[in-house]
């Protein structure tokens, strides 16, 4: 979704869906590293970020859901409505979490992707 969303649709050339079939999901997690050497500051961006006020914000920016609850306040009803960012339990009943690829699948897909995301190439070439 990150792509698409991010992605210029406001021009009407593309438009977001979901096959029926479902789609993929995924988690995007912050950690300190063991060994860092600034695991302090660390803590404090992952802190800072998770401030309400920075949580909606970065929420709006890249249009994720978030997992932040005193966010949610702080966000339109329309966000919090958007199927795209909240999809249905029925969508998300039909989704699954990203498994490792062959490197020889991951390498096809990439290839078709950047065809895909190169204005002026077809992905059959």
Same mark, same amino acid.
């Given at each position: 979704?990150?792509?698409?969303?991010?992605?210029?649709? @406001?021009?009407?050339?593309?438009?977001?869906?979901?096959?029926?079939?479902?789609?993929?999901?995924?988690? @995007?997690?912050?950690?300190?590293?063991?060994?860092?050497?600034?695991?302090?500051?660390?803590?404090?961006?992952? @802190?800072?970020?998770?401030?309400?006020?920075?949580?909606?914000?970065?929420?709006?920016?890249?249009?994720?859901?978030?997992?932040? *609850?005193?966010?949610?306040?702080?966000?339109?009803?329309?966000?919090?409505?958007?199927?795209?960012?909240?999809?249905?339990?029925?969508?998300?009943?039909?989704?699954?979490?990203?498994?490792?690829?062959?490197?020889?699948?991951?390498? *096809? *897909?990439?290839?078709?992707?950047? *065809?895909?995301?190169?204005?002026?190439?077809?992905?059959?070439?």
């Amino acid at each position: 979704m990150t792509l698409t969303l991010n992605y210029p649709l @406001d021009q009407g050339k593309s438009r977001f869906i979901i096959p029926r079939e479902g789609s993929s999901l995924w988690v @995007d997690y912050l950690a300190v590293l063991k060994g860092s050497t600034q695991q302090e500051l660390a803590w404090a961006f992952i @802190d800072f970020l998770n401030e309400p006020e920075n949580a909606a914000r970065l929420a709006r920016y890249v249009n994720y859901a978030t997992p932040n *609850r005193a966010t949610e306040k702080l966000l339109s009803r329309e966000f919090l409505q958007n199927p795209v960012i909240y999809p249905p339990p029925q969508i998300l009943d039909k989704s699954e979490f990203y498994e490792q690829l062959p490197a020889r699948a991951s390498k *096809r *897909r990439n290839e078709l992707f950047s *065809r895909l995301m190169s204005p002026g190439q077809s992905a059959h070439e």
